[in-house]
Each structure stands twice: as C-alpha cells, then as structure tokens.
T-cell receptor
Framework: SAVISQKPSRDICQRGTSLTIQCQVD?????MFWYRQQPGQSLTLIATANQGSEATYESGFVIDKFPISRPNLTFSTLTVSNMSPEDSSIYLCSGKTGGYEQYFGPGTRLTVT | DQQVKQNSPSLSVQEGRISILNCDYT??????FLWYKKYPAEGPTFLIS?????DKNEDGRFTVFLNKSAKHLSLHIVPSQPGDSAVYFC????????????FGSGTKLNVKP
C-alpha cells in the first residue's frame, strides 16, 4: 500500500476565488491522479499528474479550470480556479505503486458559496 | 454514460449474515475489477480485486465473483460485522488504459448488531 495525505481536509470558499489542494505521497508511488466526487455521485478522474510536465486531462476537464503541478515524485497540487457552486465536491488524490491498485488520500471537501 | 453501475444505493444486513453487493458494467474491454470501501471523511480504501481471467477471488471474509458473460460482479462479505458498515464502490479498468478507473456510484452497507 501507500501513504497519501492531503490538505486542506475541507474548505468553504466564495465563488470566483481559487483554492489549491496539496497532496503528499510516500516514495513508493510512481503515478499520481486527481479525482472529483460530486454529491451523491461516483468518483471521476480529472487528470493524471505527470512529474515535471503538463498533466494529462480527461474529457470534460481543462487546464485553465484545474491546473495541476507535480514538481517532484512525491508532491502534487490541484487548483480549482474561478470557483462556482457547481465545483462543490470532494477532491481526492490517488497514487499507484506498480500494481493495478490505486491508493487514495482522505480527500478535500470543498463547498463554494 | 455510466459504464459501471451499482443499482442498489443502500443495503441493510444483520450482523453475522452474508452481505452481497452487486455491480454491472457495459464495456467488454474492461478486464480488471476492484472493490473499495469508504468510511465517512476518509478516502476509499482498496479491498479486493479480480482479473478477468478468473471468476472468483477470496481474501478472508471477502469474496469477489465475476460473471463475464453477464458483465456482472459481486462482493460477498461473510460473516458481516458492524465495522463493515461503509460505502462500497466497484471500479473497472482495461489494459488499453489500466490507469483509468471507472467507478460505480456506491452502495451504502449498514450492518446491524
């Protein structure tokens, strides 16, 4: 398994502002991902965080709205930009160590007012 | 278009009895399936997985069954314990992109003492 931490654990933000979420993983992790879980829905992959280069985004997610950085192997950030109430979700970081399984952080619960 | 579906949003079971959680998928290219357990305010925790070359995988009290022809998998928990009360997500991926997981919407299991 892998140890993954995120901060903040929750935040309440005003519309139009931006929030940056941090994810720290242990050294066994080779790949890092960001997910969103909207209220009552399943987890949806936002993007794969690539070390030292631009993230790979899934359909429906764009860099201007969700800029992602991964400056080294064990750290990544996700920014939710120009927030609206529709961005209220749980944002989760995950990592892979080499097998099929992904291991998840505790999540960041974001509420946009 | 949701490719992985969990049609039961909730399930209530008596302690000591069997819990059966179901999951259906539509994409015949999926060949690896996972179950995750999620407690409130925590990230999903990997539970058990199965490859499409098998039809059963067992780990202690947890067994996953895969029926490829029906595109259906199930998670059996025997015997159920109150600590098993959580939301259970099934996920699927394919070798064409084993980093992308498709998640179901989850089933909330309540094990009554």
């Amino acid at each position: 398994s892998a140890v993954i931490s995120q901060k903040p654990s929750r935040d309440i933000c005003q519309r139009g502002t931006s929030l940056t979420i941090q994810c720290q993983v242990d050294s066994q992790v080779t790949m890092m991902f960001w997910y969103r879980q909207q209220p009552g829905q399943s987890l949806t992959l936002i993007a794969t965080a690539n070390q030292g280069s631009e993230a790979t985004y899934e359909s429906g997610f764009v860099i201007d709205k969700f800029p992602i950085s991964r400056p080294n192997l064990t750290f990544s950030t996700l920014t939710v930009s120009n927030m609206s109430p529709e961005d209220s979700s749980i944002y989760l970081c995950s990592g892979k160590t080499g097998g099929y399984e992904q291991y998840f952080g505790p999540g960041t619960r974001l509420t946009v007012t | 278009d949701q490719q992985v579906k969990q049609n039961s949003p909730s399930l209530s079971v008596q302690e000591g009895r069997i819990s059966i959680l179901n999951c259906d998928y539509t994409n015949s290219m999926f060949d690896y399936f996972l179950w995750y357990k999620k407690y409130p305010a925590e990230g999903p925790t990997f539970l058990i997985s199965i490859s499409s070359i098998k039809d059963k995988n067992e780990d202690g009290r947890f067994t996953v069954f895969l029926n490829k022809s029906a595109k259906h998998l199930s998670l059996h928990i025997v015997p159920s314990q109150p600590g098993d009360s959580a939301v259970y997500f099934c996920a699927a991926s394919g070798t064409y992109n084993f980093n992308k997981f498709y998640f179901g919407s989850g089933t909330k299991l309540n094990v009554k003492p």
